[in-house]
């Protein structure tokens, strides 16, 4: 790592730095109004640690992870499968594009009711949310990143004998790879966010289920540490995919 | 190397195009920009619709699509592959054509040392120079072996001195290999630089097609002859050898050395951009004459000048700005220089 980025990163950490400190600060000091309800930061990390230890916090995470992970795999291969169909073939596209126009705009969560009916509350209904969830955007993304790709690429693939299948597998799709990535990142933070709400509402399970165990015992250090998770996975999955494009087209971009 | 016909083709720019190249040639299209140059490329290479027939050694090719025309093409933009490497573009076409891992490595090697890239090899497209680039292009078209070359304006991104760098080893690589080639230019002195024939398009149609100086002396039309710059056509009325390729030409009273071996002369053609004018003497020792304006017709930012030297008329055309600096007006004295590698006789 470079000097540059080094200080870079080392000044980016200072606001959130002091922004825990204030906290811990004020709610230390009594500066909070109603302070029962607003625990100091370190109580927060106590509290998470305390879940990490008894293994609360594994028996709620690893159920979330694996929806989301399951959910988002599934969504991002459909969503990728249908928009490369989509922005490759006018016909495909001219045949989908109004109906995914039309269910785009749906929330992930206006699905919930329609979904507890069909499915039920079982396992099936939080990764079907986020397969949901994940599915239309990036399937919008795929599409739009393979219709903006350059003819002129296609036009210098089939002079050079390329077949139609080759032109879109060799050139189309990796000149189209930024846009799905674009859709992939910011579909990976969703699917957390999207979890956490449908394991609230319907499921007794995962991080979700904790945050609403943790309101009804009006533990607040609990909710916040659920939501320390939450803005941390949300992160590290937003942050993996930039990682892998960036690996990817770091050469030629 | 196959004889290339188009005949009466018709689309949405080209307006009845007949146009036949000779195997081996090096054709240049020349025409202002929308006469429809890159879209008869497009047309060979199958990438748009028309209506007509395209032959390619006396069979039609009209329902052979794109990627199986066997057409090297080196696109205006170039447009090399940004996500691949040099290697990788320029052996795009073969393993396109499912050749053993050994044929592709063999032809890449061979194009690298040809057009000198070897040390590109694992660089991508957005670290390579324009020249790069080009030479880059031109390997990734000419590695399947293509029945026809095809070039877009392939040097008008690039700086004078590497385009006519370029534009000399394209000519000698084309001499080399014999490919067919067609190039699309809107700048005369390439086409000359460069072509065995020069088809000047216009407006979707083919106006005239022949060498170099045939276009300057005998242009067909008077749309040909204002776009290729109304030449002026001095008369020779004797010649003589002066050895190591050049001659001196009697025009009038102007004695005229031109580069030329073989024929006598019957005309010297020099355009109107390369005759120089000049209110001190040049230094050079031919080609230079005292004469007076006689006449200043302006255009869109040149100049043309009119001048009475020795009792023939040269016409000079000069940028306004310039010919602002120098004041010259009706009756105004003046020095005028025919470049020497600029005049073109005409056998």
């Known amino acids: ?253 | 190397m196959p004889r290339v016909e188009l005949r009466n083709i018709r689309n949405f720019v080209c307006q009845g195009v007949d146009l036949e190249i000779l195997p081996g040639e090096l054709l240049v299209l020349l025409g202002p920009n929308g006469a429809g140059k890159t879209t008869l490329l497009n047309v060979i290479a199958g990438l748009v619709g028309y209506e007509g027939s395209v032959r390619f050694d006396g069979a039609s090719v009209d329902a052979v699509p794109a990627h199986e025309r066997r057409v090297g093409y080196v696109f205006q933009d170039l447009v090399l592959f940004p996500h691949l490497d040099v290697m990788s573009n320029v052996a795009y076409g073969l393993r396109a054509g499912r050749r053993s891992r050994h044929e592709v490595d063999e032809r890449v090697k061979e194009l690298f040392e040809l057009l000198a890239i070897s040390h590109l090899a694992g660089r991508y497209p957005a670290k390579l120079s324009g020249g790069e680039k080009q030479r880059v292009a031109l390997a990734r078209a000419l590695a399947p072996h293509p029945r026809i070359l095809l070039l877009d304006e392939p040097f008008s991104s690039l700086d004078e001195q590497t385009s006519r760098f370029l534009r000399a080893e394209l000519r000698q690589l084309q001499r080399d290999l014999g490919t067919t080639t067609v190039i699309v230019t809107h700048d005369l002195t390439e086409a000359h630089e460069v072509a065995d024939r020069i088809a000047v398009v216009q407006d979707g149609v083919v106006e005239q097609i022949g060498v170099y100086e045939e276009l300057l002396c005998s242009p067909r039309s008077q749309k040909v002859a204002e776009y290729l710059g109304s030449p002026n056509l001095l008369e020779c009325l004797a010649t003589r050898s002066l050895g190591h390729g050049l001659v001196e030409a009697v025009c009038g009273r102007l004695q005229v050395v031109v580069p030329h071996s073989g024929k006598a002369i019957r005309r010297v053609v020099v355009l109107p951009r390369d005759v120089l004018i000049t209110l001190p003497r040049p230094q050079s020792e031919v080609n230079v004459f005292q004469g007076t304006v006689r006449k200043v017709t302006p255009r869109t930012g040149t100049m043309l000048t009119h001048v009475d030297v020795g009792g023939s008329e040269l016409v000079a055309e000069m940028p306004t700005a310039l010919f602002e600096s120098m004041r010259l007006q009706q009756g105004s004295e003046v020095f005028v220089e025919l470049r020497l590698m600029k005049l073109t006789a005409d056998s």
């Open chain 1, 1 to 253: 790592m470079s000097a540059q980025r080094r200080y870079d990163r080392l000044w980016g950490a200072i606001p959130v730095v002091a922004v825990l400190a204030l906290w811990e600060l004020v709610t230390r000091l009594d500066f909070v109004p109603g302070g029962t309800f607003f625990p100091p930061f370190s109580a927060v990390v106590l509290e998470l640690y305390d879940l990490a230890v008894t293994g609360v916090l594994a028996q709620n995470f690893l159920p979330s992870l694996r929806r989301v992970l399951i959910g988002l795999a599934g969504g991002a291969v459909a969503g990728i499968l249908v928009g490369t169909a989509m922005g490759w073939s006018k016909s495909v596209g001219s045949t989908l594009g109004p109906i995914i126009s039309l269910l785009y705009p749906i929330p992930a969560l206006g699905w919930l009711p329609l979904l507890m009916i069909w499915i039920g509350i079982n396992e099936l209904l939080p990764v079907a949310v986020i397969f949901i969830c994940s599915f239309f955007p990036i399937c919008y993304t795929t599409a739009t990143g393979i219709k903006s790709v350059d003819r002129r690429y296609v036009q210098a693939a089939r002079t050079l004998g390329s077949s139609d299948t080759r032109v879109l597998t060799t050139v189309v799709l990796p000149l189209a790879l930024p846009d799905i990535f674009t859709g992939l990142r910011l579909e990976a933070g969703m699917a957390w966010r999207v979890i956490i709400a449908a394991e609230m509402v319907a499921i007794p399970t995962g991080i979700g289920a904790l945050l609403m165990r943790g309101e009804s015992l009006l533990r607040v250090d609990t909710i916040i540490a659920c939501l320390l998770v939450l803005s941390v996975m949300c992160f590290c999955f937003e942050r993996f995919f930039i990682l892998v494009e960036h690996r990817i087209t770091e050469h030629w971009r």
